[in-house]
């Protein structure tokens, strides 16, 4: 197996690469954490803050994963709105698990600002022109429930900040936050590391077992022998646990980096910020500390080679800023995020000892932390709190055949952008 990170803008701008062993022999802890993304080492964090004996296992490398491939965008919340949680669980329970995504976030923030991982702050989230201004309210109601210090930022105030017309109005955050993410979670490992936890790499978890009252995790040169269990594989859990497994769809999402723009990156992006729009599969970019811009966006089943990857995004890009037409991409790449059917993560016990963490989706670098609390303080104190998600649940989705529908959903969501830009578009020329 690879244990090699892939070609990113993060593997080469890394600010560490130490290895780690792999597993070789028998070791024990009370759990055994499988998967070495967010979701594991916060888990790992979790539970070595309260004094448990932690070893994890990574089939690659730490951060191999989405964690280590993704825009970097560090804000509160789940992939799933607020508006469609407090439907399905009522509003207190949305607004407690809401409240518990802020406390993550700040608990990211410390835990970066302590492995010296560079955070700049600001995330700007933008409403389509053809959408007409509308995050006022979102504004005002975030502010007044949860004392956020969201700004909006009326299509004047976004025309001055950045050089297109493609957006209506935006809310800004201040406390929000851009990271490298590779450089994150390999910080989260060397934190993990300081408070215990033993990490194996080149170790992926080939099986699972029980043996009296332990359970046994398998791997091709070892095992580990624990009490608990908990699978943190997202989208790359292939056929590990049959009911985890079949509950997660994995969906590519792709990342470009263009090369550096000098003076022609002040002109395009006139603000410190990351940006993002509101649509699901959305665009989303930042300016990165070297003078380029990182680009991102869609949803797919399909992971085409760097080089297509490249014409993809930079035509996205293109479209909101035609002026950067000569601009070159450095880089691309791709990576597969684990989706529930409902767009919320799983958290919880399957069995006596066996948990899951997983299905972060599109929105997971504070998510993840949440899931790991929860879990952590479940196995360590009792605590039942992940029980708020259990309304969503392990809902079967056929695993990788769930990637399907999910296709088909995509296309139906971008063909009614498209459609609603067209129509935007006649009337903006007719007027
Ligand atoms: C391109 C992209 C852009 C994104 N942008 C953002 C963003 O800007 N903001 C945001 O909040 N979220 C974003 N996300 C989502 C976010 O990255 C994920 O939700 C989050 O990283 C999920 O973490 P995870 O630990 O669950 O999964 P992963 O990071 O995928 O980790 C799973 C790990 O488990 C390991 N594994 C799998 N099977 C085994 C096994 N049998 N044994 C041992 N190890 C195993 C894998 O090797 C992998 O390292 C993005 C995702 C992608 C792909």
Redesign the pocket.
């Known amino acids: 197996m690879n244990t090699e990170y892939i070609d990113s803008y993060y593997s080469r701008t890394r600010t560490d690469d130490v290895r780690r062993p792999l597993l070789d022999g028998t070791v024990e802890a009370e759990t055994c954490v499988?998967?070495?993304?967010?979701?594991?080492?916060a888990t790992a964090l979790a539970l070595a803050e309260r004094n448990r004996s932690v070893v994890l296992?990574?089939?690659?490398?730490?951060?191999?994963?989405?964690?280590?491939?993704?825009?970097?965008?560090?804000?509160p919340g789940y992939s799933l709105g607020l508006d469609k949680i407090e439907r399905k669980l009522g509003r207190e329970t949305a607004q407690s698990l809401y409240r518990l995504s802020l406390g993550a976030h700040a608990t990211v923030r410390a835990r970066a600002d302590q492995a010296g991982v560079r955070c700049e702050a600001g995330l700007l989230k933008c409403h389509l022109a053809e959408h007409g201004e509308g995050l006022a309210p979102y504004v005002e109601r975030m502010n007044r429930t949860y004392g956020l210090r969201l700004e909006h930022w009326p299509k004047t105030r976004m025309a001055e900040a950045l050089a297109t017309d493609r957006y209506a109005d935006g809310a800004y955050n201040p406390d929000a936050f851009r990271v490298q993410?590779l450089d994150m979670?390999r910080g989260f490992a060397r934190l993990a590391e300081a408070k215990g936890v033993r990490i194996f790499e080149g170790?992926?978890?080939?099986g699972l077992a029980r043996d009296i009252g332990d359970r046994i995790v398998t791997t091709p040169q070892g095992r580990v022998r624990c009490r608990h269990v908990v699978l943190?594989?997202?989208?790359?859990?292939?056929t590990?646990n049959l009911r985890v497994s079949a509950a997660t769809i994995p969906v590519?999402?792709?990342?470009a980096v263009t090369e550096p723009l000098g003076e022609r990156l002040r002109q395009t992006i006139r603000v410190s910020t990351g940006v993002s729009d509101v649509r699901l599969a959305n665009d989303?970019y930042r300016p990165l500390p070297d003078g380029r811009i990182l680009w991102?966006g869609r949803i797919s089943v399909f992971h085409p080679d760097p080089e297509r990857l490249k014409e993809i995004i930079r035509a996205d890009m293109l479209k909101v800023y035609p002026q950067l037409a000569d601009v070159r991409m450095d880089v691309a790449?791709?990576?597969?995020?684990?989706y529930a059917r409902h767009k919320m993560p799983c958290l919880g016990s399957l069995d006596d000892g066996l948990w899951h963490?997983?299905?972060?989706?599109?929105?997971?670098?504070?998510?993840?932390t949440v899931g790991g609390e929860l879990t952590a303080s479940a196995i360590a104190e009792g605590d039942d709190r992940w029980r708020m998600t259990e309304p969503f649940g392990l809902a079967f989705a056929g695993g990788p055949i769930g990637k399907i529908p999910a296709q088909a959903v995509y296309w139906t969501l971008a063909a009614g952008d498209w459609m609603r830009r067209r129509r935007y578009e006649a009337e903006r020329a007719a007027a």
């Not at 296992?57 to 804000?75: D, H, K």
């Open positions: 499988v998967g070495g993304g967010l979701a594991g080492l296992i990574e089939a690659r490398r730490v951060g191999w994963g989405a964690s280590g491939r993704n825009g970097g965008f560090v804000s993410p979670s170790t992926p978890a080939t943190a594989c997202g989208g790359y859990i292939g590990l590519a999402t792709y990342v989303y991102g790449w791709g990576g597969w995020m684990g963490n997983t299905c972060f989706g599109g929105h997971g670098l504070v998510a993840t």
